[in-house]
C-alpha cells in the first residue's frame, strides 16, 4: 500500500505540473502609439498560407489548435521590416488534438467562442499592430532567446475583445522571391486581456492554465 501510494503521489505531481510548451515570454506593457514610415512597401498577407496555433494546458494535460487570419499587411524599406497590422478571425479558431471526439471537439471550440473567454459574438476579430523593430543581435554566449534562428525584436499592441496590450517578441523574418515570411513562438498570459476563467490555481484539477502558447507563420502574397 506504501508503493501504491507512493507512486499515486508521483502521478499526481506530473499532472500538477503539465505546463504551457517552453518558449519566449512575452513582455507585456501598456499600449503604445502605431505610425507607418513614410516611402514604406505594402505586402498584403497571404491568408490562405498564413496560420496562427494556439496550446492551453491544465493539469489533466494540454489542447492543440489554431486560428486563420482575416487580413493583414507587412511594411518594409529596403528590404527592412518597418510595421505591419493583422487580423484574427476569432469565430476560425478550430481544436486539432480532438478529431476522433468530434462531439468534444465541437464543445470546447464553442466553449473558447464564449463569453467566458474570447466572447465572438460580441468580439468577432482580434488584432496586432506593430509599434516597433529591431533587429535581435544576440550577444557571445547569449541564451535569453529561445526561438531558434530569430532576425528580430517586434512590439505591436494585441487587441483582444475590449483591451489592448503591447506585447514584445522574437521573431524570424525572412525576405525571399519578393514574399515576407515570419515566424515567432512565445507565451502570453491570457488573463491580461480579461481571459480569468479557471485561472484561481485553488481550483486545481479544474485549473486552465493562465499562460497560453502562440505560435505563428505568415507569409505574404
Not at 4 to 26: E, F, G, S, T, Y
Not at 167 to 194: L, M
Request: glycine content about 6%; hydrophobic content about 40%; aromatic content about 8%.
Amino acid at each position: 500500500m506504501k508503493i501504491n501510494a507512493r507512486i499515486l503521489l508521483l502521478m499526481m505531481v506530473a499532472v500538477a505540473c503539465q505546463q504551457a510548451p517552453k518558449a519566449d515570454k512575452a513582455a507585456v506593457t501598456d499600449a503604445q502609439a502605431v505610425s507607418v514610415p513614410e516611402g514604406s512597401k505594402t505586402h498584403r498577407l497571404d491568408t490562405a498560407a498564413s496560420i496562427l496555433f494556439w496550446i492551453g494546458t491544465k493539469p489533466t494535460g494540454e489542447h492543440k489548435g489554431s486560428f486563420r487570419f482575416s487580413g493583414g499587411e507587412l511594411y518594409t524599406k529596403d528590404s527592412t521590416l518597418t510595421g505591419g497590422h493583422f487580423s484574427i478571425n476569432i469565430n476560425s479558431i478550430a481544436n486539432l488534438d480532438l478529431s476522433p471526439q468530434p462531439d468534444m471537439k465541437k464543445k470546447l471550440e464553442d466553449e473558447l467562442r464564449g463569453e467566458n473567454f474570447f466572447d465572438a459574438e460580441h468580439y468577432p476579430v482580434a488584432r496586432f499592430e506593430i509599434t516597433e523593430v529591431s533587429p535581435y543581435r544576440p550577444a557571445p554566449n547569449d541564451d535569453g532567446v529561445l526561438l531558434k534562428d530569430a532576425t528580430h525584436m517586434i512590439k505591436g499592441n494585441l487587441t483582444i475583445k475590449n483591451a489592448t496590450k503591447n506585447i514584445t517578441f522574437p521573431a524570424k523574418v525572412v525576405f525571399t522571391d519578393g514574399k515576407v515570411k515570419g515566424e515567432a513562438n512565445f507565451n502570453i498570459d491570457r488573463t491580461q486581456w480579461g481571459m480569468t476563467y479557471r485561472a484561481d490555481k485553488s481550483l486545481q484539477d479544474k485549473l486552465i492554465n493562465s499562460v497560453v502558447n502562440i505560435h505563428f507563420e505568415i507569409v505574404t502574397n
